[in-house]
C-alpha cells in the first residue's frame, strides 16, 4: 500500500477504532505519530498542529517536532523521504505545496506524488505589523516613514520563497519600490520575538 492510499485512509481509522473492538483499535496506531511542522514554534501554524494533536490524543499518541529552515523545505524533505506507514505526517502549507516547488532552485520533493492531503485544519491571514515604537498608526504612514527613511525599515519573513516574503517584496513593489531590508527567519515566531522587542521594524 503506498503513502496515498494508506494516509487517505487515517480519518476513516480514527473514526471507526472508537466503535468497534479493542483489537482493531490497536493495529493502529501502535507507537506515535509525529506530525513534522517545517517552521519554527511560536507561529500559526504551530499553534495549529499543537491545537489539533490534542484533539487527536483520543486516537493515540502525538508528537508534534519543529524542522524549520530553507523556508520550509527540510521539514518537507524529511516527510518526503520518510516510511510510508502512516506514522510520520507533514503539516503542508501554501509554502510546501505550492510555493517552494515552483520558486525553489532544485526540487526537492513532488507536492503531488510524495504526499497525500488528509484534511484542511485551518487558514491564516498575512498581515503587516509594526514595532510599537515605530511612528506609524496606518498604512499609509507606513510607507511615508519608510520613503523617508530609506534602507531603515526592516521586513522579518519566514524565509525565502515563503509567502510572507513573496507578499512583503509584492507590498514594496505596489507602494512604488520601497528601500525596506529584507529579513528571513526560520518561521513566523521568531520574527514576532524580534519584532515586539525593537530588534526588526
Known amino acids: 500500500m503506498n503513502r496515498r492510499s ?11 477504532a472508537v466503535t468497534t473492538s479493542g483489537i482493531f483499535a490497536q493495529a493502529y496506531p501502535s507507537r506515535p505519530i509525529r506530525l513534522i511542522v517545517p ?30 529552515g530553507a523556508g520550509t523545505i527540510i521539514g518537507a ?18 509554502n510546501t505545496h505550492v510555493l517552494q ?59 525565502p520563497g515563503t509567502n510572507t516574503f513573496l507578499s512583503g517584496e509584492m507590498f514594496k513593489l505596489l507602494a512604488g519600490g520601497l528601500d525596506i531590508v529584507s529579513v528571513p527567519y526560520k518561521g513566523a515566531g521568531p520574527s514576532f520575538a524580534d519584532l515586539l522587542s525593537g530588534q526588526i521594524k
Not at 494508506?6 to 471507526?16: D, E, F, K, R, T
Request: proline share 8%; aromatic share 6%.
Open 6 to 16: 494508506l494516509l487517505a485512509l487515517v480519518p476513516g481509522i480514527a473514526s471507526i
Open 101 to 159: 516547488p515552483l520558486t525553489a532552485n532544485t526540487r526537492s520533493y513532488d507536492p503531488l506524488a510524495d504526499f497525500a492531503p488528509i484534511s484542511i485544519l485551518g487558514t491564516t491571514a498575512t498581515a503587516i505589523a509594526v514595532t510599537p515604537g515605530l511612528p506609524v498608526n496606518s498604512l499609509q504612514e507606513l510607507i511615508a516613514y519608510a520613503r523617508g527613511n530609506p534602507g531603515k525599515v526592516a521586513l522579518g519573513h519566514s524565509g
Open 39 to 68: 517552521s519554527s514554534p511560536g507561529g500559526a501554524h504551530d499553534i495549529i498542529a499543537r491545537l489539533w494533536t490534542e484533539r487527536m490524543r483520543q486516537f493515540g499518541a502525538f508528537v508534534v517536532e519543529n524542522r524549520s
Open 77 to 94: 524533505v524529511e516527510v518526503a523521504r520518510g516510511a510510508p506507514d502512516g506514522y510520520l505526517l507533514l503539516l503542508g502549507s501554501t
